[in-house]
Nanobody, 118 residues
Framework: QVQLVESGGGLVQAGGSLRLSCAAS????????MGWFRQAPGKEREFVAA?????YYADSVKGRFTISRGNAENTIYLQMNSLKPEDTAIYYC??????????????WGQGTQVTVSS
């Protein structure tokens, strides 16, 4: 059974930092694109960042967030710096065979809450 498990969310003040982790299990994710999406209250889920051969970012997080892979190919991280209240959302880890900015990925985690206070 494929599982993606996020961790690292929490409450932080504006300007602060958080590091999210995603550990995937149940299959080999070599060659897969892994990424992060987020969904704020009352809004649609949106693309944040992804990593495959290259890295991809939403314009709203470029220069503040960094996506990376761990030594284990099934682990990714999202370093979030200079956080803003508008970054408040549930953050989801996802995996797909092909990169897309649309949330049509094959596998999803349950999400981790990030709250940024002003």
């Amino acid at each position: 059974q494929v599982q993606l498990v996020e961790s690292g969310g929490g409450l932080v003040q504006a300007g602060g930092s958080l590091r999210l982790s995603c550990a995937a299990s149940g299959r080999t994710f070599g060659g897969y694109v892994m990424g992060w999406f987020r969904q704020a209250p009352g809004k649609e889920r949106e693309f944040v960042a992804a990593i495959g051969i290259s890295t991809y970012y939403a314009d709203s997080v470029k220069g503040r967030f960094t996506i990376s892979r761990g030594n284990a190919e099934n682990t990714i991280y999202l370093q979030m710096n200079s956080l803003k209240p508008e970054d408040t959302a549930i953050y989801y880890c996802a995996a797909a065979r092909v990169f897309s900015r649309v949330d049509n990925y094959d596998y999803w985690g349950q999400g981790t809450q990030v709250t940024v206070s002003s």
